[in-house]
């Protein structure tokens, strides 16, 4: 590149108090406002926390090579960056500020590393895992939209661990998948499915992300739960998941994920359900109510959130493709 | 672990605005204060960050991916992630904090990610490159301390690219080391070698860093220079590097690195130098004059700036193995 190109003013001697100033101009000649605004607040973190914490020589590089560790570590079916922004609560506030919920509706939470895109299309009534250790469960859910409307034919990711908490990605000389499926919602809204009852799991730790999770004397586990994810054209996509009440782990998450709105009771299956599924009537059973939001409800949230937020924080905004930009005119 | 183990209050119901507070408690288990202190303004930081660009999901995953690839194309000899600090001005902020310099000694400069540690070591007047097309340059430079005196013996590390503006481990096939040396100071400070004018060059942008300057609308430039590396036992660690006056990249340094004291002319021996190095009296010189600061010298310094700086934060803090923790009692 021709450096008379170069449209920013002369940048030299820069220093623990102009550094900043002189990074956010030059990457100030991105032409996407959006791109800017997000570097221009990195940058501002970034160096803050430098200079909050005097930062040394030997941190930034003990820094730096625990990143490189973890990207090392990645493969097609690890994703230790998903985790390290799942110990740190990042992935949890992200999820919250991106998919708010208005009252009524099923909350949202962490994604985790283990979401595949290999899972097999199942029909109603047949059995996600091949577990044979796993103990049997039963699964029947409605979905409905806030208004209380079923929704059909809505596309639902399920996944889970085997019977001793390992998902079907985490074995090296597997088959192919199990312990999740995909679904569509019925026209009543209803989905069910036969499954295992979820349990305690750390999360992997034998990577760089265990190493810190030690370090800060923090334990790996997330409590029993099953992931959802549902999406359909005109709804917000809900990504989720439920949790075992009374779990040892259900008020220490490694990962934050736990909401009350979504811890669950297993019951029993009873006469009802019993002679409508073909199960006995002490077969283990776990029912919810999905309760799936439209894109116009949570768009309008989320801009309402956004104003909010960014107003308290003394910011023009203006929003450029859904999402806000400094408003400099 | 046995999560009666677990000394935190209950955690569950995470939203935009608990989220911090509560992963900064659990991760107050951490019995290193230092690693405490650092977590805790890094995740005050990060969902600050997050909560005020209102990072969305879609965003969030590629940032994610984005820092998977940084790690993934790290090798033995390319540490993309040097880089990434070194383009967003991490590198040169977190060298001023650490290495503060007291007036009149030599300023420090970013490291790069182009150091190893394996250059020979050379004599007084060895040849530190043998690129045929460079234009031979003769260096000769003093070393001292703050109070003038000559220091002798201490470790001196240099590295230049060859004359096309590439180090040698940018070669995949090289025999070793070329364009890097290790010189010692003699008894009068003096160290003298020759190596080749330097010449501006890019930094690595085939990968995921140089999409990133592309995006930003930046150049990879840096303005030609010579790195040096200074190590005696008794005197702060000098990382610091030469520019050539006039570069067209100067004062747009994709890295920030150039500061005027560090601005070199290239002048001719003359017959002076010409008889004591044995070169014509045309031949190309730079000369310089190092002045190193002693660890004592540097502690105090970085210790009076440490304190008025998070002073100026309102965080009464205290010194533990020379770094800020914040002070609780």
């Known amino acids: 590149m021709?450096?008379?190109?170069?449209k920013i003013p002369p940048m030299k001697n820069l220093t623990?108090?102009?550094?900043?100033?002189?990074?956010?101009?030059?990457?100030?000649?991105c032409s996407d406002p959006r791109l800017k605004y997000i570097l221009e607040r990195l940058v501002s973190h970034l160096h803050d926390f430098a200079r909050e914490t005097r930062l040394s020589t030997d941190e930034w590089m003990t820094g730096l090579r625990f990143l490189t560790e973890v990207g090392k570590i990645c493969t097609?079916?690890?994703?230790?960056?998903?985790?390290?922004?799942?110990?740190?609560g990042l992935s949890i506030l992200v999820d919250s500020i991106d998919h708010p919920k208005p009252a009524g509706s099923t909350e949202g939470t962490v994604l985790g590393p283990f979401h595949t895109h290999e899972a097999e299309e199942m029909r109603a009534g047949d059995s996600m895992s091949h577990d044979p250790a796993g103990e049997p469960l039963l699964?029947?859910?409605?979905?409905?939209?806030?208004?209380g409307n079923p929704i059909e034919n809505v596309k639902i990711d399920i996944w889970e661990t085997d019977s001793t908490g390992h998902?079907?990605?985490?074995?090296?000389?597997?088959?192919?998948?199990?312990?999740?499926?995909?679904?569509?919602?019925?026209?009543?809204?209803?989905?069910?499915?036969?499954?295992?009852?979820?349990?305690?799991?750390?999360?992997?730790?034998?990577?760089?992300?265990?190493?810190?999770?030690?370090?800060?004397?923090?334990h790996p586990y997330r409590p029993s739960h099953m992931h959802f994810m549902f999406e359909k054209e005109g709804f917000d996509h809900l990504i989720t998941a439920l949790y075992l009440r009374n779990d040892p782990y259900e008020t220490s998450d490694a990962v934050f994920g736990v909401k009350d709105s979504l811890v669950v009771d297993i019951g029993k299956a009873g006469p009802e359900y019993a002679a409508k599924y073909g199960v006995?009537?002490?077969?283990?059973l776990l029912t919810y109510d999905f309760v799936l939001v439209s894109d116009e409800e949570t768009s309008e949230l989320r801009a309402r959130n956004s104003k909010e937020a960014l107003d308290k924080l003394g910011r023009k905004v203006k929003i450029v493709n859904g999402l806000p930009v400094p408003d400099l005119d």
């Not at 021709?2 to 170069?6: A, G, R, T």
């Not at 209803?190 to 760089?208: N, S």
């Open 2 to 6: 021709d450096p008379s190109l170069v």
């Open 167 to 218: 998902y079907d990605v985490q074995y090296a000389g597997r088959d192919g998948p199990d312990g999740r499926c995909i679904m569509r919602s019925g026209k009543d809204g209803v989905f069910w499915f036969r499954a295992i009852t979820p349990v305690p799991y750390p999360i992997p730790h034998d990577g760089p992300v265990g190493k810190l999770l030690k370090l800060l004397g923090r």
């Open 16 to 29: 623990v108090d102009n550094i900043t100033d002189n990074v956010i101009q030059i990457n100030s000649l």
């Open 280 to 284: 006995s009537e002490d077969h283990p």
């Open 139 to 147: 699964v029947v859910c409605t979905l409905k939209d806030t208004h």
């Open 76 to 88: 097609d079916v690890r994703q230790e960056y998903i985790l390290l922004s799942d110990i740190l």
